[in-house]
């Protein structure tokens, strides 16, 4: 497959990779947790590659909760190797674009779509492409590049191509990484 059309200024989110997500301390790591760490890491480097911006995105629980600011999960994933340079805008909700500065932010690159990636599939994920479309944006997101926890009912695995679908039958873009980075 031949890489997607993208405008060049489109920047890469990167939603709720946080070590919680990873370390299986306080819950299971998300579905295929090193396939996903590298491929956003392949995903990061593109974009820097190509001169679009990354930006991390992370959720702050509420005390007592993993991803509560301070406790050991709250963190961007180390392994994903955020540069120094790259914004984290923080969110207590779904919708990465509740915090306005995000949108901002997108709006600085003069971008009219973005590319997202991230966890978890069936929460933040969605909530986002949600905010994205409502804030006027196109809305890329990379199929094999988020991931979610099973529930009672379906596996992650389940869940995640629930919401591929989904987000195709939206109006979402769906790329892989292969597809938009050639590696």
């Known amino acids: ?9 489109a920047p890469l989110i990167v939603i709720d990779l946080q070590t919680g997500m ?5 819950e299971p790591p998300i579905h295929d947790a090193a396939g996903i760490a590298a491929r956003v890491r392949v995903l990061t480097e593109w974009a820097r590659r ?3 911006k990354v930006a991390f995105v992370r959720h702050d629980g509420p005390a007592g909760d993993p991803l509560a600011p301070g406790e050991p999960g709250w963190s961007v994933w180390p392994a994903l190797g955020q540069a120094k340079d790259e914004p984290t805008f923080a969110k207590s909700v ?3 674009f509740s915090n306005a500065a995000l ?5 600085g690159q003069g971008a009219g779509e973005v590319v997202l ?4 599939s069936d929460f933040c994920v969605a909530a986002t492409v949600k905010g994205a479309f409502a804030a006027g944006l196109g ?6 590049a988020h991931s979610t926890l099973d529930s009672p009912s379906e596996t992650a695995a389940e869940i995640i191509a629930r919401h591929n679908a989904d987000f195709s039958s939206a109006g979402v873009t769906l ?5 938009l980075t050639g590696v």
């Not at 949108?103 to 709006?107: Q, S």
């Open 175 to 179: 790329v892989t990484t292969k597809s």
């Open 139 to 144: 809305v890329i997101v990379v199929s094999d």
């Open 117 to 120: 990636v991230g966890a978890q």
């Open 22 to 26: 990873f370390d299986g301390v306080a």
């Open 94 to 96: 779904g919708d990465a």
């Open 1 to 9: 497959m031949s890489q997607p059309a993208l405008a060049a200024t």
């Open 50 to 52: 190509t001169g679009r």
């Open 103 to 107: 949108g901002e932010w997108v709006a």
